[in-house]
Each structure stands twice: as structure tokens, then as C-alpha cells.
């Protein structure tokens, strides 16, 4: 079975772009969060959805939203990009928005310039 | 306020030996924790968990020990295997309060077997 995929790979932006990040959950899997990592730290938090719903936020700014689809996958937007948005993001799935053990793709590397 | 911490930021071991990992948590509403592994230009990987209930758990050359009033787990490797090399986090989360979805990381401890 496919895991957990991300698109694109990776992404190149400059200050005051807009940003679209893409998730696909393991198939059955319901839930998708939202994480980001910066160079030297662990993941934190952004979101979590489950069955198209917001369940849990970050502390992050409202320039970041998501959304999930009927379909289970989700996408991550981040407007008015800032050089401090440089990170990898993280698309993890679980079963559902109850089961803690979370599933990551490889993340969507974010470059801004 | 980093509530999971991991103080360690590098670890290196011998191929066959024990390796221990520690992280210490602040939060102590935090009910149920993880271990996941992350190599270069992947994802995490999750390991093992280890729920408020249990001091322990076990999962082939993986273990993890839980102390609730030091507020502190390890992870234990044996023996270590130079595919163990890899950045390990460990993540907490408060599932009692519907927050099963947001897991709070550490900071990684980078392990190295050597041959």
C-alpha cells in the first residue's frame, strides 16, 4: 500500500507569495495534521482535519489554512510568505482524529526568498 | 515553552551495544507518548508508544520506559545496528482531552552506530 504522499517536493517562493502544499492520507485513513519543521527542531503542530473538519490549530498566524477534501486528502495554504516559512512541511494520517499513532509523508520542502 | 525536551542532541554508539535515548516532558497532563525515526530527506517514522497506563513497552529491539513522576521516557536499542543511524524525536500528546491529533516533538537526538 502507498503511504503518505506530498506535492510538490520541493518549492521555491519570494516574500509576499502565496504557497499551496498537497496531501494524500494512507488509503482508510481519515485524519490528516499539518506540521512544520525548521532546521534543528522537532515538528510543530499547524492542524489537524478529520472528515473534512478542523479539529485541532497551532499556534501559527492566519495566513496559514487548510482544508481536506471528500476524498480525505488535504491541502495546506500559506499567504503572504514570509523567509521565516522556510521549513519542511509535514503531512502526517492516522485512522482517524482519535488514534495517536500518525503516519508522515516525506514533506514538501519550502524555500522563500 | 518547549514542554517535550530532549537535552541530548547527538548520541554515538558501538554496532551491538545498548543505546538509550531520553526525553523529559513538563506537561504532566500529557497521557500517551511517542518515538518516531527520521532520516535524511524522509518523513518520520514511527517506532513504538507507550501509553500513561504502562511504565513499559516493548516492540522487537525497541523498548520504552516510562517514569510519570520524573516525568521522563527513554527508548532503548538492542543491540544497536548501524541502520539504527538516524535523527530520534520523541512526541507527547494529551489524548484525554480530545488533542490525540497534536503532537508535541522534541527537539531529535541524532544517533550514530558505529561498526
Known amino acids: 500500500d502507498a503511504g503518505v504522499t506530498q506535492s510538490p517536493t520541493h518549492l521555491i517562493k519570494t516574500r509576499g507569495q502565496h504557497v499551496t502544499l498537497r496531501c494524500s492520507p494512507i488509503?482508510?485513513?481519515?485524519?490528516v495534521s499539518w506540521y512544520q519543521q525548521v532546521l534543528g527542531q522537532g515538528p510543530q503542530f499547524i492542524f489537524q482535519?478529520?472528515?473534512?473538519?478542523?479539529?485541532g490549530r497551532g499556534n501559527f498566524p492566519d495566513r496559514f489554512s487548510a482544508r481536506q477534501f471528500p476524498n480525505y486528502s488535504s491541502e495546506l495554504n500559506v499567504n503572504a510568505l514570509l523567509l521565516g516559512d522556510s521549513a519542511l512541511y509535514l503531512c502526517?494520517?492516522?485512522?482517524?482524529?482519535?488514534?495517536?499513532?500518525?503516519?508522515f509523508g516525506p514533506g514538501t520542502r519550502l524555500t522563500v526568498t | 515553552d518547549q514542554q517535550v525536551k530532549q537535552n541530548s542532541p547527538s548520541l554515538s554508539v558501538q554496532e551491538g551495544r545498548i543505546s538509550i535515548l531520553n526525553c523529559d516532558y513538563t506537561?504532566?497532563?500529557?497521557?500517551?507518548f511517542l518515538w518516531y525515526k527520521k532520516y535524511p530527506a524522509e518523513g518520520p517514522t514511527f517506532l513504538i508508544s507507550?501509553?500513561?497506563?504502562?511504565d513499559k513497552n516493548e516492540d522487537g529491539r525497541f523498548t520504552v520506559f516510562l517514569n510519570k513522576s520524573a516525568k521522563h521516557l527513554s527508548l532503548h536499542i538492542v543491540p544497536s545496528q548501524p541502520g539504527d543511524s538516524a535523527v530520534y524525536f520523541c512526541?507527547?500528546?494529551?489524548?484525554?482531552?480530545?488533542?490525540?491529533?497534536?503532537?508535541?516533538f522534541g527537539q531529535g537526538t541524532e544517533l550514530s552506530v558505529k561498526p
Open positions: 507507550i501509553s500513561s497506563i504502562k
Open positions: 488509503s482508510g485513513h481519515k485524519s
Open positions: 502526517a494520517s492516522s485512522l482517524d482524529w482519535i488514534v495517536y499513532e500518525q503516519y
Open positions: 506537561n504532566s497532563m500529557f497521557d500517551y
Open positions: 512526541a507527547a500528546t494529551r489524548s484525554f482531552y480530545n488533542q490525540g491529533g497534536k503532537l508535541i
Open positions: 482535519y478529520y472528515e473534512k473538519e478542523e479539529r
